[in-house]
């Protein structure tokens, strides 16, 4: 089933931090979309739930150097 999901990230400053978030995501299989937003410190993400559960999506995110605001 896809879901979107808008999850709080810590630790984006700049448009290079959006495009570093949204190339890590965007390696996890299921994912379909991804929008990072430094300003609001925010992404929203389309992806599939069965192939990429949330636990993958916040590793995803932690791994490349980012926090996910719980």
């Known amino acids: 089933m896809t879901k979107e999901l808008i999850l709080s990230v810590q630790g984006m400053k700049c448009s290079g931090c959006e495009t570093l978030l949204t190339q890590a995501l965007l390696k996890v299989a299921g994912i379909s979309q991804v929008l990072a937003s430094a300003t609001e410190q925010s992404v929203s993400i389309q992806y599939d ?19 996910v605001s719980k």
Request: hydrophobic share 55%; charged share 10%.
């Open 49 to 67: 739930t069965e192939t990429a559960p949330l636990a993958l999506l916040e590793i995803a995110i932690t791994n490349a150097g980012f926090t």
